[in-house]
């Protein structure tokens, strides 16, 4: 994957998308990283400081060069974590489906925090460990995660597990698509705000 | 003739037009011309009807768009409502349950309150028995037996002090489906055990301060299902005044003293005569050896708790008439006008004269908390003004947490609500007491923990031996590398830092032991070095800060790493001689070695340390208990009477 991208000249030839992982803590963000570049899924319970890593997705034959932001979610990493926010294409917003606080979280923390910081950055919202989801249990459903996704005005909202490999290349692929399409109105965007000074 | 000729000529000339107009053949081509072009206007004249009536249709189809979207906006309105409406309702389940918990520890405690004549005690028992059975239903209704613990229930699980909960039961989520029979029975499990098992509880409890009960109750279940149990009761009398408790003479311990100091906290036990020590040490070596077949619970293969480092000072309280009404910190009731409430002095908690064996202890006081409103001081501003410097938000919380949390994956690092934390740690700097920790979700107690000792002005590691810390952990041998550490802790950190720094890591190598929190030193040192060791300076560029990053994770490991004794001594340093607290439910008073002794009858609290248990001991009284959780305390608190459910 990582050979074919550095082939692929119109990939090159554009700026890398940054896209950041944020959410609570033990959500599984690094799950998300690293399960997607090993392609086996990925079970540590190692916290994460800040780590990067660049991979390459492709959609319908076209390689994108993501570089993948892996933050981690204490509130004593504030500081660092806002410094690395400049210049995103797309969050992707994790909550795990059996943990409540972290639906809770994301609506009074994560949001506002990244509306603060980063306006107008689209959002993915996405729900993980779908895995332990069975029909007895009561963890988190989908319609929740939906109305999450409306309340807190993100672009997408899409459920995966690491334990599926297809799940997370859904999710990657989802927030290329949405940091492209955000690239592209951002041009737009700054290119009329040119002609009306001029 | 010639004349003419130019008139004739235009004549001609005339003429020969004429004849061209009059020849030419065009008028069919023109007729044809024109007949299109009515067509032509025709099919114009349709197609503007045409696309007048599309247009009307348009306007009423997106008359109808609009009217559907205000009735989705109204229904998705409709729908919050009713969420709301259903996480009300969840709250005050919460609530009911609580308050019903609280209720049933009230019942016990009178239960187990020997005034009571017989009569009145069987009565509160059934009326326990009818509380249980109705929770125990409704929380069966409410979630799949498959399904381990929520949020709500999972308060609900700790808070609830049954005598019909084995350790064990907490631990397996499985269906609880158990008979009830009257006592003394035992509590049958439906699911088959996998493999025998047997729980063994003894304790002595001192029934007055002359004469002693033991209770002795064995049950065990073996894979075919038939329990057994086997219980004895015996009497000792007491031999000995209660001054002479403090030196051990029945039963005969000849190395109490210096246990007390060195041996008593790691749990070595040295000599033991009598029969009922040595099934207590039998039980002690237990919790030495996790493999031991003779528990399954997850508590024991434990050390101590880092709550039993701590002194376990009482409430002084004062008794005071309401004028403005105020809150009962254990049962969250309000103390009306008029009524009595006990109010301690050093710590400002408020109580209910009934509630007063629940406000956790030990009574720490507050402190002279920094005049300046949003601005937090330093360690030292909150730290009480005897020994152990450790502010009592961080002892309250930290016993909490070793209470409830030791089997949660992730402690401190998954984030708690972020509102609670807040009112968490609001209400500790308010300065009045301690709130009802067993009520708040045991993240948002970890969060507040590390939010507290974040916020302060200095971390832990004191700025200004930063570097030096830093310095030390980059020694490449590792016993360098702690006996350069020890020196700093030494000589270096003031005392309320000392003592507060003792406590956490105490409490921070007890997390890393057990294996469910999934944190071992690794992560614990991740999560806490900005807590704790914190950075060089207040404000750094992003590439300084990660640099700085690793080497907090190196100083916090190496800190970690430092066996526990050398933590233990600013715990459990001593006070000075001689002073007498308090006026509480026991009186206390120091004898010539460093720790307290219990004296009189034990006070029940919602946050019990083991050390008080193990100073007990070691000062030769009869309280044993085999475990440091309060399920345990309620447990064998219940088991004076062999009151089993």
């Known amino acids: 994957m990582l050979a074919n991208g550095n082939q692929n000249l119109a990939a090159a030839a554009t700026t890398p998308y940054k896209i950041m992982l944020v959410g609570d803590g033990m959500v599984g963000k690094t799950a ?10 990925y079970l540590s319970y190692q916290p994460t400081i800040s780590e990067t890593h660049e991979i390459t997705v492709s959609i319908y034959k076209n390689d994108y060069v993501v570089i993948l932001w892996d933050t981690n979610a204490g509130e004593e990493w504030n500081h660092l974590r806002i410094r690395d926010y400049n210049n995103t294409d797309c969050f992707i917003l994790c909550y795990a489906i059996d943990n409540p606080t972290s639906l809770s979280n994301v609506e009074t923390k994560w949001v506002p925090e990244l509306n603060q910081y980063c306006p107008n950055v689209p959002i993915l919202l996405v729900g993980t460990k779908t895995d332990i989801r069975t029909p007895s249990n009561r963890w988190i459903s989908e319609e929740e995660g939906d109305a999450l996704k409306v309340k807190v005005k993100a672009e997408a909202y899409i459920e995966c597990s690491s334990k599926s490999i297809a799940s997370i290349e859904g999710v990657l692929m989802r927030a290329v698509s949405i940091a492209e399409k955000y690239r592209q109105w951002k041009t737009q965007s700054s290119s009329r705000r040119l002609c009306t000074i001029l | 003739m010639t004349n003419l000729s130019p008139l004739s000529l235009v004549f001609d000339d005339l003429m020969r037009h004429y004849d061209q107009y009059t020849n ?171 493999r025998t098992r047997q729980t063994s509880n003894k304790q002595t409890m001192e029934m007055t301060s002359m004469d002693q009960l033991i209770a002795k109750t064995i049950v065990s279940f073996p894979k075919d299902g038939t329990v057994q149990a086997v219980a004895s009761l015996e009497t000792y009398p007491s031999k000995t005044t209660v001054h002479e408790h403090i030196q051990p003479s029945a039963p005969p311990m000849p190395t109490s003293e210096s246990e007390s100091d060195t041996g008593g906290w790691l749990g070595l036990e040295k000599g033991k005569s009598s029969p009922a020590m040595l099934i207590e040490n039998q039980q002690r070596f237990s919790h030495q050896i996790p493999a031991s077949s003779s528990t399954q619970s997850p508590r024991f293969g434990r050390t101590l708790s880092t709550g039993g480092a701590m002194a376990t000072r009482p409430h002084a309280f004062c008794q005071k008439t309401v004028i403005k009404p105020e809150m009962c910190e254990p049962c969250g009731k309000r103390i009306k006008f008029s009524k009595m409430a006990l109010k301690c002095r050093d710590c400002k908690a ?101 939010d507290f000792l974040r916020s302060l002005q200095e971390p832990l590691v004191g700025r200004w031996m930063w570097r030096d810390f830093a310095v030390a952990a980059e020694l490449s ?50 999560v806490f070095g900005p807590t704790i060791v914190g950075y060089s300076e207040n404000d750094l560029d992003a590439a300084t800060m990660l640099k700085e990053t690793k080497k907090q994770q190196m100083v916090l490991d190496t800190l970690l790493t430092i066996p526990s004794d050398f933590w233990t001594k600013f715990v459990r340093r001593p006070q000075e001689e001689g002073t007498v607290y308090g006026s509480g439910g026991g009186s206390y008073t120091r004898s010539k070695g460093k720790t307290l002794h219990l004296k009189s009858p034990y006070t029940g609290h919602a946050t019990p340390m083991s050390n008080k248990i193990e100073k007990v001991k070691n000062a030769g009284k009869k309280i044993y208990f085999s475990d440091d959780s309060p399920k345990e305390v309620m447990k064998t608190r219940s088991h004076k009477r062999t009151f089993f459910d």
């Open chain 2, 350 to 450: 408020t109580c209910h004269p009934e509630c007063k064996e629940k406000v956790p202890i030990p009574c720490v006081s507050t402190g002279t908390p920094s005049n300046k409103q949003n601005q937090m001081g330093t360690i030292a501003d909150y730290v009480p003004a005897h020994h152990p410097m450790v502010p009592s938000l961080i002892q309250h919380c930290v016993n909490e947490v070793e209470i409830r949390g030791l089997d949660t994956v992730g402690l401190y690092r998954v984030p708690g609500p972020e509102k609670e934390v807040k009112d968490l740690k609001e209400k500790f700097l308010r300065g009045k007491g301690v709130p009802n920790l067993a009520r708040y979700d045991i993240h948002a107690i970890c969060g507040c923990i590390k």
């Open chain 2, 24 to 194: 030419y053949e065009s008028s069919g081509e023109f007729l044809e011309f024109v007949v299109n072009q009515e067509e032509c206007r025709k099919k114009w004249n349709n197609s503007e009807e045409e696309c007048k009536r599309l247009q009307s249709q348009l306007q009423t189809s997106s008359d109808e768009i609009s009217r559907l979207e205000r009735k989705i906006v109204e229904i998705r309105k409709h729908l919050e409502g009713k969420m709301e409406l259903i996480n009300k309702t969840e709250l005050e389940k919460a609530r009911v349950l609580d308050r019903n918990n609280s209720a049933k520890v009230l019942l016990k405690s009178y239960i187990i309150d020997g005034r009571m004549s017989n009569d009145i005690r069987e009565r509160f028992a059934t009326v326990l028995g009818i509380l249980e059975t109705g929770e125990r239903a409704s929380m069966s209704s409410m979630k799949s037996p498959a399904h381990g613990l929520d949020t709500i229930s999972e308060a609900n699980s700790t808070t609830d002090l049954s005598m019909t909960q084995s350790e064990d039961d907490l631990d397996l989520s499985v269906a609880r489906n158990r008979r009830r029979s009257k006592r003394p029975s035992v509590p049958q499990q439906a699911v088959p055990a996998k």
């Open chain 1, 32 to 41: 998300i990283c690293k399960s997607y570049i090993r392609k086996t899924p």
């Open chain 2, 477 to 526: 041998d590792a016993k360098k590398r702690q006996a350069e550490m020890r020196r700093i802790v030494d000589e270096d950190l003031p005392a309320p830092n000392q003592d507060t720094l003792a406590f956490m890591l105490l409490h921070m190598q007890k997390v890393a032991e057990c294996p469910e929190v999934k944190m071992p030193v690794g992560n614990l040192a991740k």
